[in-house]
């Protein structure tokens, strides 16, 4: 909500409770669950029914509502009134803070109403790298936006634009990127005052250059450490105007429905992203008061010659990194539009290490995968989800959305 603020403050044209007008009649009068969505609410069933309040907001008679039926979150427009009316101190102290505090502690958690009102939102200065004739931006740490520009660094290196977009070389030597720039992740990233080298050195080309020779063209090395994978719900969206402006918006509370626990009275759902913590002693992204740990939502953007030229982002936890650098890809190297970008048939790794493949991707691609030693099965479900909005140089839009998920492309 701070953050929200500070965009208001320095952006905003609107007057403050007029951006709380649409929200607050979507939650009071009911919107209607669409087929992802409904998807996804099922399989969350069993955790909502263990907490009070989010038994009794999100879930209707001990289930999860079905496609097309009217949600409605009357306790959430009351909090989201009480902001739109006092301001973000609305939501920080008094009654809300209050209560979080209270529910937090009462399931063993340490949060307490000082905390809430301490939080601050920070703005910080975006890294970056060049990609294929544009300049590519990422939040900093303690966000893995990082490693998308690794990712890139590592692309450029071994010219992975020359591959064509349905080859298994590309897709060969994507995921062995991935894998190095991962590796990379979970041994560094953290909140930015305990990392040991800044992410400007670690998205450098010179630090590419020392990652570079684990990557095998014809043969998967084995040797590179396989990365843990967080997995999170995450929204993104991207919104341009009349002027030019554009903004790449991420959000989420992590997993599908967070901690699964929701305040009864104020219907405020609480996040769990301390979940991307670790434990390791001595580790810079190991748990520790006042600190931010690994986050996985990354809004991307990109300039070419000085301009604005791609809104984009691709969401699903940990998948982030290696969606924007195919996404990414897609759009600069092999001049796909938007919504082919998005379309396009994506690969990910499993926890178990097993490569996943959404149907789309050719037996021949897959034969060439697993003659350099991959192992491959089919993907249950979509990877990912994104959305992208590019302006070309005389100022025209185009947008795309992705179908793996509910959303849209529109404008007007």
């Not at 008679?61 to 301001?87: C, T």
């Not at 178990?352 to 003659?371: F, M, N, P, W």
Request: glycine share 10%; aromatic share 8%; proline share 6%.
């Amino acid at each position: 909500m701070k953050a929200f603020e500070e965009l208001y403050n320095k952006f905003g044209v609107l007057s403050w409770d007029r951006l709380f007008t649409d929200a607050v009649q979507i939650a009071d009068e009911g919107f209607l669950v669409t087929p992802r969505v409904a998807y996804d609410w099922a399989k969350n069933v069993a955790p909502l029914s263990q907490d009070v309040g989010a038994a009794m907001h999100l879930l209707h008679n001990g289930n999860a509502p079905k496609m097309g039926d009217r949600v409605q979150f009357g306790a959430l427009a009351n909090s989201l009134k009480s902001i739109a009316k006092d301001g973000v101190d609305a939501f920080y102290k008094g009654s809300i803070a209050s209560e979080i505090a209270e529910v937090v502690q009462a399931k063993g958690g340490f949060l307490n109403e000082d905390d809430l009102g301490a939080a601050e939102a920070d703005w910080v200065e975006p890294i970056s790298t060049k990609y294929s004739g544009h300049q590519v931006f990422e939040i900093p740490p303690n966000g893995q936006g990082m490693v998308a520009l690794i990712m890139m660094n590592l692309m450029e290196l071994l010219d992975v634009r020359s591959m064509a977009h349905d080859s298994p070389e590309r897709y060969h030597h994507e995921i062995e990127i991935g894998r190095v720039a991962y590796a990379v992740r979970d041994a560094m990233l953290a909140d930015p005052s305990h990392m040991t080298m800044s992410a400007e050195e670690l998205t450098s080309m010179e630090f590419a250059k020392t990652l570079y020779h684990q990557i095998k063209p014809l043969k998967r090395n084995p040797k590179i450490l396989l990365p843990d994978l967080p997995s999170s719900d995450t929204i993104y969206l991207s919104v341009a105007d009349k002027n030019g402006q554009m903004v790449s918006l991420i959000y989420s509370i992590y997993t599908d429905f967070g901690s699964w626990i929701v305040t009864p009275n104020s219907g405020i759902v609480l996040q769990s992203r301390g979940a991307c913590f670790n434990t390791i002693p001595g580790h810079p992204n190991a748990i520790g008061p006042s600190k931010r740990p690994l986050h996985t939502i990354i809004p991307g953007f990109a300039l070419k010659n000085g301009n604005p030229a791609f809104s984009f982002g691709v969401m699903g936890g940990a998948y982030q990194p290696m969606g924007q650098a195919h996404v990414f890809s897609n759009l600069v190297d092999h001049g796909f539009d938007p919504q082919a970008a998005l379309d396009h048939p994506r690969m990910f790794w499993a926890p178990d290490g097993v490569l996943e493949a959404e149907s789309g991707i050719s037996r021949a691609v897959i034969g060439g995968l697993e003659a350099r030693g991959h192992e491959i099965r089919q993907s249950n479900t979509p990877i990912g989800g994104g959305q992208i909005i590019q302006r070309d140089e005389r100022g025209y839009y185009c947008g795309g959305s992705d179908p793996r998920k509910d959303g849209l492309a529109i404008g007007y």
